[in-house]
């Protein structure tokens, strides 16, 4: 058997970073079972889905790297209605679907008794019986079509996550497959979807659980063979309540780019949402496709915590080629206004400094000095900036003119010398040359900064102080 899976989300808005950690668990269990995960776009819903949600989607999930093995044949349910009314056709012929012509206010009025009575909402009129005479079909009232659930025992599956499950079929509604303008219902198109594309395990939400017993039935009755089911708790934002923008918390898979995360440490840091692998908290996409297994997802839920997404994505920076940062980093410095030169070599400054940020918004604005100089904050001229500070740069900048060979350790070999002839500590010099050359106190060491930017500069920073 080759294992499938799939991604399934609904274009009527962003892509939620709960579904991302719903798509990397069902990538990771088919990349583990050398099987294929697959793309659907649940898009029935057409008043709210839109095409600009559809492009959302797609470029998130090129964002984090969630390669789908169907990418040159996404499914769309929109694409499909012909396929849901054919089989929709079948189960009235056979007998599992029967025709409602129940008016809005009788179905209200179920609800209500369904409501004070706690039984299933629909009393089944319209459901045909052995013996039973149906009520007189209303002039002009186009029915919608409902799934015959079976009245008797429990619909029951071992959940890969929450265990057993079993849900009493008299619980159960006869849901509607087809609404009155022959529009298929979304749980009627996931069954058909996922018994057409070959689907073995479907890895979804536990907001779903509800939906399963229901699927399960129509399922076995179109004689499709049942997937298995893992339904993954819920993210909750930091504060244990369910993530919201309304809340103020960053939701949206896109908006995680702009706040300079890496896509490889998104996935790592949702791969630890409500899994584990002993202690281990960072790893690759490989390593973890090599330890993932269902049972170690816990079914309870789980917490947003954006200082270890930031620490996670500072380690994925240390790692990350110089050559592969400065693509990521050089637009968000013209943004910043800044320009990169030839000289220093944004690889080289990135090397020097990439080991100072958790982000890549942060990693920008380590790299702006070596480029242009920054204007010193008041706290650090009142701190570190004396009267005597001016002439003692232009004096230091003297002896930097005349080293015969630019490098770190050639400056380094200056300072010594320099502070004991001064009669100052070394603090004394290195804080007023940064903030002479670099505009900020806050630097890597002050040597090789001023290698990187070049002397040239350097001397012109000094002198022009």
């Given at each position: 058997m080759t294992v499938k899976t799939r991604f399934a989300p609904s274009p009527t808005g962003y892509l939620h970073i709960g579904g991302v950690r719903t798509a990397l668990f069902s990538w990771a269990f088919a990349k583990k079972h050398k099987g294929e995960f697959l793309l659907r776009i649940e898009d029935t819903d057409l008043e709210r889905s839109t095409a600009e949600s559809v492009n959302i989607i797609l470029d998130g999930m090129n964002w984090v790297g969630l390669d789908y093995d169907n990418a040159d044949n996404v499914i769309y349910q929109t694409r499909r209605f012909d396929r849901y009314k054919e089989v929709i056709a079948e189960l009235l012929a056979q007998g599992h679907a029967y025709h409602c012509y129940c008016s809005k206010e009788e179905l209200e009025a179920m609800r209500e008794k369904a409501e004070k009575e706690g039984t299933a909402t629909y009393d089944r009129r319209w459901r045909p019986e052995p013996g039973k005479t149906l009520p007189e079909i209303p002039a002009g009232r186009e029915p919608v079509v409902r799934f015959k659930t079976p009245l008797e025992g429990v619909t029951k599956w071992h959940d890969l996550v929450k265990g057993e499950i079993s849900i009493p079929n008299e619980a159960l509604d006869d849901l509607i497959i087809a609404r009155a303008d022959g529009t298929p219902t979304y749980n009627f198109c996931v069954v058909v979807d996922d018994c057409d594309m070959g689907i073995t395990h479907v890895i979804r939400g536990d907001d779903h659980v509800n939906n399963t017993p229901k699927q399960i039935n129509i399922l076995k009755a179109i004689g499709a063979k049942l997937p298995e089911y893992a339904h993954l708790p819920m993210i909750l934002n930091e504060h244990g309540k369910k993530i919201s923008k309304r809340s103020g918390d960053t939701v949206a898979i896109t908006d995680f780019g702009q706040m300079g995360i890496l896509p490889e440490a998104m996935l790592n840091y949702l791969a630890r949402l409500g899994w584990a692998h002993g202690d281990d908290e960072f790893f690759t996409m490989k390593q973890f496709v090599e330890w993932f297994d269902l049972k170690d997802v816990?079914?309870?839920?789980?917490?947003?915590?954006?200082?270890?997404?930031?620490?996670i994505n500072g380690e994925h920076i240390k790692i990350t080629p110089n050559d592969t940062l400065a693509a990521l980093v050089k637009p968000r410095l013209a943004v910043r206004?800044?320009?990169?030169?030839?000289?220093?070599?944004?690889?080289?400054?990135?090397?020097?400094?990439?080991?100072?940020?958790?982000?890549?918004?942060?990693?920008?604005?380590?790299?702006?000095?070596?480029?242009?100089k920054a204007v010193p904050a008041e706290a650090d001229v009142q701190k570190h900036w004396s009267e005597e500070a001016p002439a003692r740069m232009r004096r230091f900048a003297d002896l930097l003119e005349a080293l015969p060979d630019w490098n770190a350790e050639a400056i380094h070999d200056l300072f010594k010398p320099f502070c004991e002839a001064e009669g100052i500590k070394m603090g004394q010099l290195g804080m007023p040359l940064r903030l002479a050359v670099c505009g900020t106190a806050k630097t890597p060491s002050v040597d090789a900064v001023l290698a990187l930017i070049g002397k040239e500069e350097v001397l012109k920073r000094i002198r022009s102080t």
């Amino acid at each position: 058997m080759t294992v499938k899976t799939r991604f399934a989300p609904s274009p009527t808005g962003y892509l939620h970073i709960g579904g991302v950690r719903t798509a990397l668990f069902s990538w990771a269990f088919a990349k583990k079972h050398k099987g294929e995960f697959l793309l659907r776009i649940e898009d029935t819903d057409l008043e709210r889905s839109t095409a600009e949600s559809v492009n959302i989607i797609l470029d998130g999930m090129n964002w984090v790297g969630l390669d789908y093995d169907n990418a040159d044949n996404v499914i769309y349910q929109t694409r499909r209605f012909d396929r849901y009314k054919e089989v929709i056709a079948e189960l009235l012929a056979q007998g599992h679907a029967y025709h409602c012509y129940c008016s809005k206010e009788e179905l209200e009025a179920m609800r209500e008794k369904a409501e004070k009575e706690g039984t299933a909402t629909y009393d089944r009129r319209w459901r045909p019986e052995p013996g039973k005479t149906l009520p007189e079909i209303p002039a002009g009232r186009e029915p919608v079509v409902r799934f015959k659930t079976p009245l008797e025992g429990v619909t029951k599956w071992h959940d890969l996550v929450k265990g057993e499950i079993s849900i009493p079929n008299e619980a159960l509604d006869d849901l509607i497959i087809a609404r009155a303008d022959g529009t298929p219902t979304y749980n009627f198109c996931v069954v058909v979807d996922d018994c057409d594309m070959g689907i073995t395990h479907v890895i979804r939400g536990d907001d779903h659980v509800n939906n399963t017993p229901k699927q399960i039935n129509i399922l076995k009755a179109i004689g499709a063979k049942l997937p298995e089911y893992a339904h993954l708790p819920m993210i909750l934002n930091e504060h244990g309540k369910k993530i919201s923008k309304r809340s103020g918390d960053t939701v949206a898979i896109t908006d995680f780019g702009q706040m300079g995360i890496l896509p490889e440490a998104m996935l790592n840091y949702l791969a630890r949402l409500g899994w584990a692998h002993g202690d281990d908290e960072f790893f690759t996409m490989k390593q973890f496709v090599e330890w993932f297994d269902l049972k170690d997802v816990s079914p309870s839920p789980s917490r947003m915590d954006l200082k270890k997404l930031y620490w996670i994505n500072g380690e994925h920076i240390k790692i990350t080629p110089n050559d592969t940062l400065a693509a990521l980093v050089k637009p968000r410095l013209a943004v910043r206004g800044v320009e990169v030169l030839d000289k220093p070599a944004l690889e080289d400054v990135l090397a020097l400094v990439k080991d100072r940020a958790q982000d890549l918004n942060t990693l920008a604005d380590e790299c702006v000095y070596f480029y242009q100089k920054a204007v010193p904050a008041e706290a650090d001229v009142q701190k570190h900036w004396s009267e005597e500070a001016p002439a003692r740069m232009r004096r230091f900048a003297d002896l930097l003119e005349a080293l015969p060979d630019w490098n770190a350790e050639a400056i380094h070999d200056l300072f010594k010398p320099f502070c004991e002839a001064e009669g100052i500590k070394m603090g004394q010099l290195g804080m007023p040359l940064r903030l002479a050359v670099c505009g900020t106190a806050k630097t890597p060491s002050v040597d090789a900064v001023l290698a990187l930017i070049g002397k040239e500069e350097v001397l012109k920073r000094i002198r022009s102080t």
